[in-house]
């Protein structure tokens, strides 16, 4: 069973949508969340990047980050950019492209189902950036951004879907990466409850830091609360939950600082240990167990070509784990891709020229591309109870931060 809540939203009023709407926070770098702030005043990277206000070269504190963030926010509303729904809605959200659409509905999801497994996770999460976005909605008060959730759909929501869309949207705008935004409120939200409850489990396709961070939240703020009856805003999580069948996951892209002392004669013959290595232009791998490798200016595909012993599981035989396992760790030293700072991921909209803009500036010394894991593998592993290498799956178009907030 699925529970979702109606909630009242913070959000934009229609005509600056298009302003305040940004990506989510952990997608750009700094340097680019400090152009896009400068750019336009309005947007809500200044409430969930706020060191991107402060001057180059500062060493703000994070209490200072996060009191800033606070300011920004209460600005956006007391300016009134920003407005508190008067009713308890969901809403029906839309992103479009010439390549296809996803449509899927926002609400509050229950912490207490993301704490029993029904809300399930398929990746473990760093401690220190859990604490970061703790620190953060703990300051602001506010959930800033949606939580990624997907399901297995069904009838009943096709249909409640299919009615909304032929609303009028209450926000209707195309974003400068092309992908067109429409969002539609929906009051009467009975049937979507019912709909809902008859949905087995919910699956975090991404935002894992993002459900921890609120249910540690919600643990600062309980302590805090004598009358606490688990009714509070604080006990629900902001989502936006999307049939699986509508999602596509993008690759996971990996680059590696330094080569851990290998010459390259050294490099490519351990590497041959487990892998077919050829000279080749493509930059992309077409198959699972397939890999494009990039450095010193040349690309190689790497073919796994495991020696003995049965079939791999299901979360070996991800390509991210073989190339961790076979690779990163044994010829290359990265013992816990989590946490070695020699190992960088780089989101698959941003391409291969990313990866050999990195190498061939000097950032990094080799680059993999990989291919994507699939939407059934992660629904698989996370119904198992396993967890997947970090960073193995990206989703494209992102869900936009600063279009609906949950205030606790």
């Not at 309005?42 to 996060?66: C, K, M, N, Q, Y």
């Not at 190992?343 to 994507?372: M, N, Q, W």
């Amino acid at each position: 069973m699925a529970i979702i809540k109606p909630f009242k939203a913070l959000r934009p009023m229609p005509d600056k949508a298009e302003q305040t709407s940004c990506v989510p926070y952990d997608v750009v770098y700094g340097p680019e969340a400090r152009a896009f702030v400068a750019e336009n005043p309005l947007s809500f990277l200044r409430v969930t990047r706020a060191e991107a206000e402060f001057a180059p070269g500062s060493d703000p504190s994070d209490h200072d980050i996060f009191a800033r963030a606070r300011q920004n926010l209460e600005k956006l509303i007391s300016d009134n950019v920003y407005y508190v729904d008067p009713d308890d809605a969901i809403y029906v959200y839309q992103l479009a492209s010439d390549t296809g659409a996803q449509t899927g509905v926002v609400a509050c999801c229950s912490i207490d189902e993301y704490e029993q497994d029904q809300i399930k996770k398929h990746e473990d999460v760093r401690p220190d950036k859990v604490a970061d976005r703790t620190e953060h909605l703990l300051a602001v008060g506010a959930q800033t951004g949606l939580i990624f959730l997907t399901f297995r759909n069904t009838d009943d929501i096709r249909f409640l879907i299919a009615a909304a869309v032929e609303e009028e949207p209450i926000y209707d705008f195309i974003c400068l990466d092309g992908i067109h935004q429409r969002v539609w409120r929906v009051t009467n939200t009975g049937p979507w409850i019912k709909a809902f409850s008859k949905v087995p489990a919910l699956y975090i396709a991404d935002g894992h830091h993002r459900a921890e961070s609120a249910k540690l939240a919600r643990e600062s703020l309980r302590a805090q609360n004598p009358d606490h009856d688990g009714t509070e805003d604080y006990n629900f999580v902001l989502a936006g939950l999307f049939p699986s069948e509508d999602l596509q996951i993008l690759p996971y892209n990996r680059v590696v600082r330094s080569l851990n002392g290998c010459d390259n004669e050294d490099l490519f013959e351990r590497i041959r240990q487990n892998f077919i290595v050829v000279e080749t232009i493509e930059k992309v791998p077409h198959t699972p167990g397939e890999f494009c490798m990039y450095t010193a200016g040349q690309w190689y595909k790497l073919r796994f070509n495991r020696n003995g012993g049965g079939d791999l599981g299901l979360i070996e035989g991800l390509d991210a784990s073989i190339l961790q396992d076979y690779l990163l760790e044994p010829v290359l030293g990265i013992h816990d891709p989590r946490t070695d700072t020699r190992l960088e991921f780089v989101g698959g909209k941003r391409g291969t020229d990313e990866l050999e803009r990195l190498v061939d500036e000097g950032h990094a010394c080799i680059a993999f591309s990989l291919y994507p894991t699939t939407m059934d593998d992660m629904l698989a592993i996370s119904d198992i109870g396993g967890t997947m290498p970090p960073k193995s799956t990206w989703f494209e178009p992102k869900l936009k931060d600063g279009l609906l907030v949950h205030m606790i």
